[in-house]
């Protein structure tokens, strides 16, 4: 496996909200209220918005200590996702 680098993108923050204690220390979350993007194929602007009806593309990560779904913690995954009046849904898909 290969790997190109695409862009670097920085990302204004608000401060962080502590989820609490996971199997791989503390968790926080970062609200992502804006930033900026630049590679050779693309430049631009990251922009805060009311979340209204979004689409996106992400790669979730999950953290567990119960042996039963520990494939979890091993696997790569990437997710298309939409943003929708009070709710976010996910289609996630394990990379074979």
Do not use: H
């Amino acid at each position: 496996m290969n790997f190109e680098f695409e862009f670097s993108y920085v990302a204004t923050l608000n401060p962080p909200v502590d989820i609490g204690p996971g199997p791989f220390g503390n968790r926080n979350v970062f609200e992502v209220t804006g930033g900026t993007l630049e590679g050779k194929r693309l430049k631009g602007k990251v922009l805060s918005t009311d979340y209204g009806d979004q689409y996106f593309r992400t790669t979730p990560r999950f953290e567990t200590g119960d042996p039963r779904y520990a494939w979890l913690n091993q696997s790569v995954f990437v997710a298309e996702g939409r943003i929708g009046p009070g709710k976010v849904e996910y289609k996630v898909y394990r990379v074979v």
